[in-house]
């Protein structure tokens, strides 16, 4: 049996490494659960809708999420390249970091991706 020294698999992206492959989603589960998995699971990445960054009155979903962890904001809920460009952009101001999932939708009802909106956001400076 041949084991695998977890020093050399490290996960890096941008000029950041990470020992963990695990990248949480932060979505449908309440904020004090999400922030018990975090903790548990190791979890270094933690994927963020905008929409949930603060939602008026509500807790706010950066609150819970430890310092150390990486957020992954996504563009979710952008029907074309340009809303996933501007949700992307909100993202990285309001501190989310560099790092972004880029998803445009199609099909609201089976939450089909929209490949080519996809790769057309990427081209946009």
Same mark, same amino acid.
């Given at each position: 049996?041949?084991?695998t020294?977890?020093n050399e698999?490290k996960?890096?992206?941008?000029?950041h490494?990470?020992?963990?492959?695990f990248i949480m989603? %932060?979505?449908?589960?309440s904020?004090e659960?999400?922030?018990?998995?975090?903790?548990?699971?190791?979890a270094?990445?933690?994927?963020?809708?905008?929409?949930r960054?603060?939602?008026g009155?509500?807790?706010n979903?950066?609150?819970?999420?430890?310092?150390?962890v990486t957020?992954l904001?996504?563009t %979710?809920?952008?029907r074309?390249?340009?809303?996933a460009?501007?949700?992307?952009?909100?993202s990285?101001e309001?501190?989310?970091g560099?790092?972004?999932?880029?998803?445009?939708?199609?099909d %609201?009802?089976y939450?089909?991706?929209?490949n080519y909106?996809t790769?057309k956001a990427t081209e946009?400076p």
């Amino acid at each position: 049996m041949t084991t695998t020294n977890t020093n050399e698999d490290k996960l890096i992206l941008g000029g950041h490494e990470f020992t963990s492959r695990f990248i949480m989603g %932060s979505g449908k589960f309440s904020l004090e659960l999400m922030k018990a998995c975090i903790e548990k699971a190791g979890a270094q990445i933690v994927t963020l809708a905008l929409r949930r960054a603060n939602e008026g009155g509500l807790d706010n979903i950066l609150d819970y999420v430890p310092k150390d962890v990486t957020l992954l904001p996504n563009t %979710s809920g952008a029907r074309n390249a340009q809303e996933a460009v501007r949700i992307a952009r909100l993202s990285r101001e309001l501190g989310c970091g560099d790092f972004v999932k880029l998803e445009v939708i199609h099909d %609201s009802k089976y939450l089909l991706p929209d490949n080519y909106e996809t790769i057309k956001a990427t081209e946009i400076p």
